[in-house]
């Protein structure tokens, strides 16, 4: 039983890190899309990406990467 914990802690984080280092080429495969932003993220495993998508969006849109909507 503890190994199947420590197995799913060790995912759990991997999954984390995947997440915060998303690379330019995944990160622009969403484009200017929060739904296509959304999907990328459940891909990898994310959690949390609905803030991650508006944050990521928002900065997007500050730096005219993407309009502002």
């Given at each position: 039983?503890?190994r ?30 929060y ?9 990898v ?25």
């Open positions: 039983m503890t199947l914990k420590m197995c799913m802690a060790v995912l759990a984080v991997m999954a984390g890190f995947d997440l915060h280092s998303m690379t330019p080429a995944r990160a622009d495969a969403w484009g200017c899309s739904e296509k932003c959304l999907a990328v993220c459940a891909k495993g994310g959690q949390r990406c609905s803030a991650y998508c508006t944050k990521k969006l928002q900065e997007k849109q500050a730096s005219k990467t993407c309009p502002a909507s």
